[in-house]
């Protein structure tokens, strides 16, 4: 079975203001579903056909950055999808523990991430994640991803333009905040930690 493109768990208008139904319409049914395409077309009819995308992931890394750019992007897009929300909601039980105890409190968390996110310079993506038994903040270039990566990731925001350009131009801080204030998905973080194991791309 082709890899497909997933759903998105939410209406395409409940992420407004931070992110509007236009851009929510041109990401996933644009962006996301030519990284699909152009994921099932490389693998049709070889090794990798009808294979996880994390196992597309893996085998492509360092052997084939064609496949490896849009498997990752595919998988990346995903995940982020299912790091927001409607409303945000709250860590709690052990994700507010570990909170607490690796980043002081969630308002230092986000503004970590805030600041990793609008440091980070061009494209990519900024993760919170779990590594070596603490959590951490990581980020990746371009298409990389932690699909395959020893740490867990729990959420991640995407940082290319065209996830934050037609609502707040190119004032990336601005997308940061109202993503960190209000639609950020702590009930899939607390699920990630609680499962211990990198979430699967469901298709």
Known sequence: MPIKLIDLPYDSSALQPAISAETLSFHHGKHHK????????????????????EV???AARGNNQGLFNNAAQSWNH????HSLAGESTRPSGDLADRIESDFGSLDDLKSKLADRGAGHFASGWVWLAEKDGKLSIEET????????????????????????YLDHQNARPGYLKAVLDE???????????????TWAYPG
């Open 34 to 53: 030519a990284y699909i395409d152009k994921t099932n077309a490389a693998v049709e009819g070889g090794e990798l056909d009808g294979k996880p995308l």
């Open 56 to 58: 597309i992931i893996a």
């Open 78 to 81: 995903g995940f982020y999808w």
């Open 141 to 164: 270039h371009d298409a990389d991803t932690l699909a395959d990566a020893e740490s867990n990731p729990l959420l991640v925001i995407d940082l290319w333009e065209h996830a934050y």
């Open 183 to 197: 639609k950020l998905n702590w009930d899939f973080a607390a699920e990630n930690l609680a499962r211990g194991t």
